[in-house]
């Protein structure tokens, strides 16, 4: 049988540790029998995690009996790796051993030296700190996941799910993958290559010489703004505006404002009943052809398709949790 290793770190992000155990633990065969064999390996016998406490059922000489091992992100990403680990996980690597980073676990490969040369991913929040930390790392911010065959890496959270998914799909094919999924209650069609949902140029402000144009800009996205009025604004000539663009955020003038009336749309696509082309003149895009075209390439979806994501929609009246021969308890949701 399979055997997957979830490795409990000290402060471990319970959610990553969860989606292993119970994506795999609860993944079956067509004649019912489970699909993997799931271990919780650590370097003590608890853990912290959070608020809660973790009991790990082996120690890490467990890792070389998996087939593959599963690294959730811990709350401190930057933490130093516990003694004897970074060995552990290159020796595994080096028999052969598939090993899946959750969120910010690839901070815990790269610090093992498993992804250099590699494409690799995790929580949108982090992608800019892992690629100053490991230039050696191919960082693709956008995706929900990446799969190098041997080595993967996923975004956060959700993104875990859909990463879990596709190695079940790899192991045993769609049909056990989209049993799986509706155990879950999740998705089995959203691929590696979907962008993950990141809230574009978020209003910080946190530049040596910007902070003022930014303000400026949050207010008045929604206008038909050109280069020249954002250099206007911030009183500098085009050529030294667009210079500490670049330097401050790593971004043209007007690929920052972009963003903003991307997150702008974001919002009202979230929280309001507007329709699209009425949302496309409210924040700024030139028309809503424009606006769905660059919609779809920063975000990865439709306008449409993200409202009915993230719009409100109301809930099931009842779920039900029912006895399951296999699977311990199901889950049923009622109409």
Do not use: K
Request: glycine share 8%; with cysteine; net charge negative.
């Amino acid at each position: 049988m399979h055997t997957v290793a979830a490795l409990a770190l000290p402060d471990v992000i319970a959610f990553d540790l969860a989606t292993a155990v119970e994506v795999f633990g609860r993944a079956s065969l067509p004649d019912g029998r489970p699909a993997y064999r799931v271990i919780v390996a650590g370097t003590s016998p608890t853990v912290d995690a959070g608020p809660l406490q973790i009991t790990t059922h082996a120690g890490l000489d467990a890792l070389t009996q998996a087939d593959t091992i599963i690294v959730p992100g811990r709350n401190d990403a930057a933490a130093p790796l516990p003694d004897g680990l970074a060995d552990a996980l290159r020796a595994a690597a080096e028999d052969g051993t598939r090993i899946a980073s959750i969120c910010v676990g690839a901070f815990t490969l790269a610090s093992a030296g498993l992804l250099d040369g590699m494409r690799a991913t995790t929580h949108w929040l982090a992608t800019g700190l892992l690629a100053r930390r490991y230039p050696g790392i191919v960082v693709e911010a956008d995706v929900l996941y990446t799969d190098n065959g041997r080595i993967l890496t996923s975004a956060g959270a959700a993104a875990g799910l859909d990463l879990c998914l596709h190695m079940i799909r790899r192991d045993f094919g769609a049909a056990v993958a989209a049993h799986a999924s509706r155990l879950a209650v999740a998705p089995l069609h959203r691929m590696g290559g979907q962008a993950q949902f990141i809230v574009r140029n978020p209003p910080t402000y946190r530049t040596a010489s910007l902070e003022d144009v930014l303000i400026w800009v949050e207010e008045n996205a929604h206008r038909r703004l050109t280069l020249s009025d954002v250099a206007d604004a911030a009183h500098m000539s085009v050529r030294t505006l667009t210079r500490r663009f670049h330097q401050e955020t790593g971004q043209a003038p007007m690929e920052w404002v972009a963003g903003v009336r991307i997150r702008h749309a974001q919002e009202l696509l979230e929280t309001t009943d507007h329709g699209v082309d009425r949302i496309a003149l409210q924040t700024g895009f030139s028309s809503p052809s424009n606006f769905r075209a660059q919609f779809r390439r920063a975000v990865g979806v439709t306008p449409s398709e993200y409202r009915t994501t993230f719009g409100g929609r109301p809930l099931p009246q009842e779920i039900r949790f029912e006895p399951s021969e296999s699977h311990g308890n199901a889950v049923t949701v009622a109409p």
